[in-house]
């Protein structure tokens, strides 16, 4: 077997995203639907092929955790609680959405950064957020 193979061919990642597609009570073919592939690509994907990054993000617009099915390590694990929700709801908004909510983010980001970020402080001791935002 040659290097790429042994990179691209992971068992384990195939049995994940079958476990999913069984979890979610599809078959291959629906499942290869919502990921936008054939249902040959998707047996293929089942069977351990490296999937593609937009066969990926497509099921994660399915709310399925597609760095589960890559990492073995839930979604959930790998950002703070906050992050996680920020990017879940992210991803359930339409593209049009999507694309709005980036332009108003990069701005507030350059705006944050031209000016210097304030100064972090400590949460007030009334759960409320320096902005005077209550916060969970």
């Not at 994907?45 to 990492?71: F, N, Q």
């Not at 909510?101 to 944050?112: G, N």
Request: aromatic content about 8%; proline content about 5%.
């Amino acid at each position: 077997m040659n290097k790429q193979a042994e990179i691209t061919i992971d068992g384990e990642r195939g049995a994940r995203l079958r476990t999913c597609r069984k979890s979610i009570g599809l078959t291959q073919e629906h499942f290869a639907e919502l990921g936008g592939v054939s249902l040959n690509t998707q047996n293929r994907y089942e069977a351990g092929a490296l999937p593609s990054s937009d066969y990926l993000l497509k099921l994660g617009r399915h709310d399925i955790d597609w760095v589960w099915i890559m990492t073995g390590r839930p979604f959930s694990d790998t950002l703070p609680a906050d992050a996680s929700e920020l990017v879940s709801a992210f991803i359930s908004m339409p593209p049009e959405f999507q694309h709005a909510l980036m332009i108003y983010v990069r701005a507030f980001h350059d705006a944050l950064f031209r000016h210097g970020l304030p100064e972090r402080k400590s949460a007030p001791e009334d759960g409320t957020s320096e902005l005077g935002v209550k916060v969970d």
